[in-house]
């Protein structure tokens, strides 16, 4: 039953999503004095309850293998882990997606407030200026209707803001910014870093959304490694604590939880003059008017929710006129080999938790060089430690040794803390096989068109992967690990990621100078519909080899502040 | 839990089975802990397994993770307690338990006549030596390697995700501090044992 929200003032501005995009669209308007009703699919977050830092596994009775110990069968009851703060999962309660038969894809939801930057990885890295002019610099690919230039202001903006740790390179493939100090390497990362330089392989501070000072009123970290289970004194970005709870102290925010945005309304002269959603606690159907509205559902849901906003005006969605909505998906390469390093074994103990995530990581290196048989590279990640004792963490050794008894406890008491993890993260070049579109057949609980997808991963990637495995063998034989694991093969699961697993899905709505190549304009706004912007990573032309966090909290940055002085001239 | 405070820690030691401990100390959340497990001790009820099948389970999960002088052992740490509460989840994982347990009494009754938790700790040695390894289970011993690779993995579970496992590791972090730093004795530990040299 469709009911008009009873407040029918009409809104300045609604967001839909209250992720990365929506929270920097949140804060950007707000503090130019500009109200905003935002819309979240999912329930408020009440940081207090709901993140459970310092929390022990002892603590959940299953301690973290799911009710019955399901994860000794294969099921995985914490996808991130016990404690995660995503509150979402790979498969949604009566929220499905569906696969192209022949293809594989994996599409992580959050349903909260924040979206999914309680838990995401915090590594905040720039684009390259080349990244912006892909297909120029090998004719692969897309260029941007903006440059690094452009950009580069709002990065500024966003570090500044958010709080990024990092140092001064010089290093092309991953420009300098605004940066806290990053502390120090932990001891497996200070024997990468040697490794590396044996290799002629950069390895640097990390730059990552974590304080090491006090930003903004918000306290410096305070180094429990739980970044993902989600920050107590709000010490790492998350749109939720950063940008959305302050912003709510202005009087201009007005939250609504619980709301799937179902389609946007427009009038006869093509504008959105409307969001429709449910309101998932009543099960019923309201509408929101606005003056304008800007689409942050992450980019596959964005561009479902423009696919699903039909008229007669617009047959094949709103601002698709160019029929590019959901096409151009990719994900990042992602590939990962760990080894147990002999220099490590009781190794004396210390504290070495540091921040939720590496103090080290290694850019793209080899940018100039052309014959490497692919386009485009990668960055990786590091990964060791005395990471928080919990269940599973010793099957592998419990596998390798056998045994029992004092023998097996002296063992395992000597090997913890000796793995090293490495972890590429590669650009995927979009092709016309990667794309998502709305199931014909197939709706949710709340009657809304899904999503269908198709993933393929070309020889481009797999290549890719194939040379993350043999930098990482390098590397980590370098330290004096032994790789254990076969060569692995060249197929999803194996040698690469299943596309979406990595969660840097984007492109699906792009921006474009020409309407008949693009659904956006270079201010992400809709060429068909001004009053229409999109501000998640849907815009994104290319999917570098860099998280695109840091990229949408920029571009949204930018977004708002063009919407913003077009309310003003009265141009939207 | 208001009585925490009357009862002494020598007390939690003695009905916890700690003494080994003696020189030791505990915070305050291993002290908890071993409360729990001296309340529930001797009365632990299990939910899924039979008295028998947990005094079993017991009895292997301390072969396994003996006490040694670094820490005490599996029950100690409540392994068996966490696994039976498992187990009282699945059916699945029930059977794997109660199926290999009986396993084992059948193997103890054919070598020395009587059940595994009643035989003489050497015979019950002798018979873990053998399934605890891969190489043994091709032959009449396979389902004896296949349920012990279950308890290995189970109990270690049990035993280092507790209070008392945490602390045989080391583990130092889950605080929070004003400065991290690396001790430069960790550094040079690592360094010298790597092939970098110092």
Known sequence: ?572 | MSNNDAVSRRDLLRVAGLSILAGGTLTLAEAQHVHQIAATEGAYRPKALTAHEYRSLSTLADLIIPADEVSPGAVAAGAPAWIDLLASQSSELTNIYTGGIAWLDTEMHRRVGTNFVDAKPSDQIALVDLIAYRKNGTGELAPGVRFLDWARKMVVDGFYSSPLGTKDLGYQGNSAVSKFEVPQEAIDYALQRSPFGK
Request: proline share 7%.
């Open chain 1, 1 to 572: 039953m469709l009911q008009i929200a009873p407040r029918s003032s009409v809104a300045d501005v609604v967001i839909i999503g209250s992720g990365a995009g929506g929270g920097t669209v949140t804060q950007v308007l707000t503090e130019l004095g500009i109200s905003v009703t935002l819309l979240e699919a999912g329930p408020m977050l009440h940081p207090s309850k709901d993140f459970k830092e310092h929390w022990w596994p002892h603590q959940t009775p299953d301690r973290g293998m799911g009710a019955g110990g399901s994860r000794y069968f294969g099921k995985s009851p914490y996808p991130f882990g016990l404690y995660d703060a995503g509150y979402g999962d790979w498969e949604l309660d009566g929220e499905p997606y569906t696969v192209a038969p022949g293809d594989k894809f994996r599409w992580y939801r959050s349903r909260i407030v924040g979206g999914r930057t309680n838990h995401y990885g915090r590594i905040s890295l720039r684009f390259a200026d080349y990244d912006f002019t892909p297909h120029s610099r090998d004719g692969v690919g897309t260029d941007w209707p903006i440059t690094y230039d452009d950009l580069a202001p709002y990065y500024d903006k966003a570090e500044s803001f958010i709080g990024v740790t990092g140092s001064k390179e010089g290093i092309r493939s991953a420009p300098d910014g605004i940066f806290q100090p990053c502390p120090p390497p932990r001891v497996h990362e200070v024997l990468v870093q040697r490794a590396c330089k044996q290799l002629n392989i950069p390895c640097i501070p990390s730059r990552l959304a974590v304080i090491t000072q006090p930003t903004h009123g918000r306290p410096a970290c305070h180094y429990c490694a739980q970044c993902s289970r989600g920050c107590l004194t709000g010490s790492n970005y998350s749109a939720s604590q950063t940008q959305i709870f302050p912003a709510m102290k202005t009087g201009r925010v007005n939250l609504i939880a619980n709301a799937m945005a179902r389609e946007l309304i427009t009038d006869s002269s093509g504008k959105v003059i409307a969001v429709s959603y449910i309101d998932k606690v009543t099960r019923t159907e309201k509408q929101i008017k606005c003056r304008a509205a800007v689409v942050a559902c992450g980019a596959c849901e964005s561009s479902r929710l423009l696919l699903n906003s039909k008229s007669s005006r617009y047959p094949n969605g709103l601002a698709n006129g160019s029929g590019q909505i959901g096409r151009n998906l990719t994900d990042s390469v992602g590939y990962s080999l760990s080894a147990r390093i002999p220099a490590l074994e009781n190794l004396p103990r210390h504290n070495s938790d540091g921040m939720g995530g590496m103090h080290v990581y290694v850019p793209w290196w080899l940018w100039e060089k052309k014959d490497l048989g692919f386009p485009r590279g990668y960055h990786i990640e590091v990964g060791g430690g005395f990471g928080m004792p919990g269940p599973g963490q010793f099957h592998g050794l419990c596998a390798r040794h056998e045994g029992y008894g004092k023998d097996l406890k002296t063992y395992l008491r000597s090997q913890y803390g000796t793995s090293v993890n490495l972890a590429g993260r590669g650009e995927h070049v979009p092709n016309p096989n990667t794309y998502c579109e709305i199931d014909p057949a197939v709706v949710d609980k709340f009657g809304i068109p899904v999503l269908r997808f198709h993933f393929q991963w070309t020889d481009n990637e797999l290549k890719q992967a194939t040379h993350m495995h043999e930098t990482f063998t390098a590397i980590l034989e370098t330290m004096g690990g032994t790789i254990t694991r076969a060569a692995p093969k060249p197929v999803e699961g194996d040698g690469i990621s299943v596309g979406g697993e990595i969660i840097h899905e984007l492109g699906t709505v792009r921006m474009g100078n020409d309407p008949q190549t693009s659904a956006l304009n270079k201010y992400c706004q809709a060429h068909e519909t001004k009053n229409l912007f999109v501000a998640d990573a849907a815009p994104f032309l290319s999917n570098p080899d860099k998280n695109p966090t840091l990229t949408i909290n920029a571009l949204a940055w930018r977004t708002a502040e063009y919407l913003a002085e077009e309310m003003r001239k009265g141009d939207v």
